[in-house]
């Protein structure tokens, strides 16, 4: 099992920055990838970010360029840096860990708010 717990979200004005970390928990050696997703009422979630076990990244469309994604495996924390924020961007937004046997596992998310 792993736990998640995401924290750092809130209230921001466009253009603004916010960073979300997640910390993990629990049986961290099975983790292959981790990502961040984020999902608006009525919509289904979609991926974000993801990173590998290796480093590789992978960003949404919509936020390549503004939004980053980093994992400090020694402290077993998965970061989000958010700049440029926009309206749209506005969701919950969730951490996500996959382990080696594509088990996945969620955080509790953490509500981003960007007004306009």
């Known amino acids: 099992q792993v736990q998640l717990v995401e924290s750092g979200g809130g209230l921001v004005q466009a253009g603004g920055s916010l960073r979300l970390s997640c910390a993990a928990s629990?049986?961290?050696?099975?983790?292959?990838?981790m990502g961040w997703y984020r999902q608006v009422p009525g919509k289904q979630r979609e991926l974000v970010a993801e990173?590998?076990?290796?480093?590789?990244?992978n960003y949404a469309d919509s936020v390549k360029g503004r939004f980053t994604i980093s994992r400090d495996s020694p402290k077993n924390m998965l970061y989000l840096q958010m700049n440029s924020l926009k309206p749209e961007d506005t969701a919950v937004y969730y951490c996500?860990?996959?382990?080696?046997?594509?088990?996945?596992?969620w955080g509790q998310g953490t509500q981003v708010t960007v007004s306009s």
């Open positions: 996500n860990a996959r382990n080696r046997w594509g088990t996945r596992y």
């Open positions: 990173i590998t076990g290796g480093g590789s990244t």
């Open positions: 629990g049986s961290i050696i099975s983790i292959n990838s």
